[in-house]
């Protein structure tokens, strides 16, 4: 079954940008019909669901954060990357990527603090 791990800092600074990074195994990213996905949690919330990048390389976004945030992929090292722009302490949360409802990343902790 197919495999996420996130990686990326743990601790950014405010309005500095935000790099996450997605590795996939045991599925290919650009199979057809595959969507990957981006979600968090600050602290005691819900989750939020960030955003998507398709198969085809085509990207969607959360209108509230569709401003600040990207979607990228590296199909040769089989990746999905998030860059969030501007964060602020608000976007302190765990961070997972995702394939679907079944099969999520462990999650990363993000901290954004001075």
């Known amino acids: 079954q197919v495999q996420l791990q996130e990686s990326g800092p743990g601790l950014v600074k405010p309005s500095q940008t935000l790099s996450l990074t997605c590795t996939v195994s045991?599925?290919?990213?650009?199979?057809?019909?595959?969507?990957w996905m981006w979600i968090r949690q600050p602290p005691g919330k819900g989750l939020e669901w960030m955003g998507v990048i398709a198969y085809s390389g085509v990207t969607y976004y959360s209108p509230s954060l569709r401003s600040r945030a990207s979607i990228s992929r590296d199909t040769s090292k089989n990746q999905f990357t998030l860059q969030l722009n501007s964060v602020t302490p608000e976007d302190t949360a765990v961070y997972f990527c995702?394939?679907?409802?079944?099969?999520w990343g462990q999650g990363t902790q993000v901290t954004v603090s001075s």
């Open positions: 045991d599925d290919s990213i650009t199979t057809n019909g595959g969507y």
């Open positions: 995702a394939r679907n409802i079944k099969s």
